[in-house]
Structures are given as C-alpha cells and as structure tokens.
C-alpha cells in the first residue's frame, strides 16, 4: 500500500510533476509513495502493487460500502479497478510531457466478487502504445483462488501537458 492517499487537492500530482517524469516514472512514483495516491483509491479500498513498463497491478479488497442491493460487489467497483489498472499501464509508455484520457471501456464480469471474496489483483498490459490513441486490456484475478472474475479493455487518448 503506498504511505499516503491525497487528502486535498494540494496533495494531488501537479502538471508539472506529470511533464516533468516519464509516463513509467510517474506511476513508479506514486508506487514509491514520492507522489501521493489518487483519493479513489483509498475510497474503494485498492492501492498499487506492481509497475513495470508496457504492466501495472494494482491489490484491491472488495467491501462492504462497495456492495450493491443485491449482496454482491458493485460493477463499478470492478470498472474503476479495471479502468486504473489498464489506463496507468498506458501512462507507462508515455514520455514526458505527456499523459492519456480514457476514450472508452469494457467490462466483463464472469463471476461475482463479495466483502468475504478476499483480495484481488487488477493487471493491466498494454497492447498498442501509438502517437495519439494506445489500447490495452486488464484481468480481475483471486489473489488466494487464482479465479479470473472479470476481463475489461480500454482505448485511451494521448494527451500533451
């Protein structure tokens, strides 16, 4: 888990901390708790794990106060750990200067998740990192059962800052 959420938007990455780092740079930054976590991570109980160029992991656990009517854990809880997951992979083949905007994303959840369902990992890979779009694809997997509960895919926008 990183050593700090932001609390306020003082505490946020500012345009000059993203056009001053490489994309990779950036998000091993907020892994080594040099630039604080996005708030919505702490709000949905994930944080991240793994960062390498082209992959990114981020550890989640699915809670109470993330749980729909029915019992089971929210699909947006899944969207917004799939839509990290992959975006930020993205945002590793970035040079500096540069960030993305998700144009558009898939979800697809084969099996339900619930507050007693333990830990997942959400791993995004990127597939295609070009000049002005990149795609990529994420995974929803047990960290204790290995069970694959959900598949997402994403097309984002290259940005310049």
């Given at each position: 888990m990183p050593p700090y959420y932001a609390k306020s938007a003082e505490d946020?990455?500012?345009?000059?901390?993203?056009?001053?780092?490489?994309?990779?740079d950036?998000?091993?930054?907020?892994?080594e708790g040099n630039?604080?976590?996005?708030?919505?991570?702490?709000?949905?109980?994930y944080w991240l794990?793994?960062?390498?160029?082209?992959?990114?992991?981020?550890r989640g656990k699915p809670a109470f106060k993330a749980m729909n009517p029915i019992g089971?854990?929210?699909?947006?809880?899944?969207?917004t750990l799939l839509d990290s997951c992959m975006a930020c992979a993205v945002q590793t083949t970035l040079p500096k200067g540069q960030g993305y905007t998700t144009l558009e994303y898939k979800v697809n959840i084969v099996r339900p998740l619930f507050p007693h369902s333990g830990e997942?990992?959400?791993?995004?890979?990127?597939?295609?990192?070009g000049r002005r779009t990149a795609v990529a694809e994420g995974q929803?997997?047990?960290?204790?059962?290995?069970?694959?509960?959900?598949t997402?895919?994403?097309t984002c926008m290259v940005i310049d800052f």
């Amino acid at each position: 888990m990183p050593p700090y959420y932001a609390k306020s938007a003082e505490d946020l990455p500012t345009r000059e901390d993203i056009a001053t780092r490489s994309g990779l740079d950036f998000i091993r930054d907020m892994l080594e708790g040099n630039l604080a976590a996005p708030p919505i991570a702490e709000t949905l109980d994930y944080w991240l794990e793994e960062v390498e160029e082209r992959r990114v992991v981020f550890r989640g656990k699915p809670a109470f106060k993330a749980m729909n009517p029915i019992g089971t854990i929210h699909g947006g809880w899944f969207g917004t750990l799939l839509d990290s997951c992959m975006a930020c992979a993205v945002q590793t083949t970035l040079p500096k200067g540069q960030g993305y905007t998700t144009l558009e994303y898939k979800v697809n959840i084969v099996r339900p998740l619930f507050p007693h369902s333990g830990e997942v990992r959400a791993i995004g890979t990127v597939s295609h990192a070009g000049r002005r779009t990149a795609v990529a694809e994420g995974q929803i997997v047990g960290v204790e059962d290995g069970k694959l509960y959900a598949t997402g895919s994403t097309t984002c926008m290259v940005i310049d800052f």
